[in-house]
């Protein structure tokens, strides 16, 4: 088991231009080039990639879904994920951090239906538009790899493109049911991910948003038909997965780590979300 899950920064890519903020290269290539990229890891950066060739899996936070043409990916950082490709997988991936985008376009970056939220699909099936995506990013390809006057600023128009085309087509095929309430199960869930280890009820989070309990409780069964505490516990699993998979910490090690006192009290909360044990878990990876 290794002790811990690689962080990657655009500086570690290949060909990567030093103070650079955005980074692009071919899927193909890329696999070739860097090793252990196929290994369990996340990124400090924003990520899509385009598929337009190939099969395989990807696995993003302990779900895996199909590889196939015309599938675009979104990274949020921090999330840790893997990949088996076929030999003949053909795309290309984008990066950039966060200050890039944000230079621009502000908070746009954090309303994206496909980032910052562990209840939505980092996937987009785009079989029925490939082309407009082919040539989108063909066309980022050639102004990043074309080293012409304002190159940055050019690039970023096609990063914009992509994310809002992408953006329009996830809505069309996972209609949101209200945006006010959409913009606050985003909100929510900005907060749960910088306050998960140390905020444990759901109460103290809807005071942050000038809501009461029963409110956010009733917004995220709407909008998610899930209430709000389970979308706390859910980030808690998800994170004690991280750490069971990625680290060599005890079981009783992460507990504390995540806020759990009572080793048998995390525990059983680990199974009552997971039906196995820390141990069961953690042993299923090594059969």
């Known amino acids: 088991m290794s002790s811990s899950v690689p962080v990657y920064k655009l500086q570690a890519f290949p060909r990567h231009e030093p103070n650079a903020l955005f980074y692009m290269t071919r899927l193909e290539k890329l696999v070739q080039e860097f090793k252990g990229i196929d290994k ?20 993003i936070d302990f779900k895996t ?6 599938q675009l990916y979104f990274l949020t950082p921090g999330q840790v994920h893997s990949w088996q490709l076929s030999a003949d997988i053909e795309g290309f991936n984008l990066f950039f951090e ?9 908070s746009r970056l954090f309303q994206y239906p496909f ?24 066309y980022a390809w050639q102004e990043y790899d074309a080293h012409l006057p304002n190159r940055s600023e050019v690039f970023l128009s096609f990063v914009h493109l992509i994310l809002e085309t992408a953006s329009r087509l996830y809505t069309e095929q996972r209609p949101i049911v209200d945006t006010n309430l959409y913009d606050r199960i985003r909100q929510y869930e900005e907060l749960l991910e910088r306050q998960f280890l140390t905020v444990r009820e759901v109460g103290q ?13 009733h917004i995220c069964k709407k909008v998610l038909a899930k209430t709000a505490s389970q979308l706390l516990h859910e980030r808690q699993v ?5 750490l069971l998979t990625h680290t060599g910490q005890s079981i009783k090690e ?6 759990f006192e009572d080793p048998s009290y995390f525990v059983r909360f680990f199974k009552k979300h997971t ?12 059969a």
């Open 205 to 217: 989070y809807a005071e942050q948003m000038n809501l009461t309990p029963n409110y956010l409780n």
């Open 40 to 59: 369990p890891h996340s990124h400090t950066f924003y990520l899509v990639m385009w598929i337009t060739h190939g099969s395989g899996t990807h696995t």
């Open 254 to 259: 992460i507990g504390f780590q995540l806020s």
């Open 238 to 242: 998800i994170e004690a997965q991280r």
């Open 98 to 106: 966060a200050n890039f985008f944000r230079s621009r376009f502000g």
């Open 275 to 286: 039906r196995q044990t820390p141990a069961e878990f953690r042993q299923a990876l090594l």
């Open 65 to 70: 879904y199909p590889v196939a043409a015309h």
């Open 115 to 138: 980032y910052h939220s562990h209840q939505h699909q980092p996937l987009l099936d785009v079989a029925s538009s490939p082309g407009l995506f082919q040539d989108l990013f063909r």
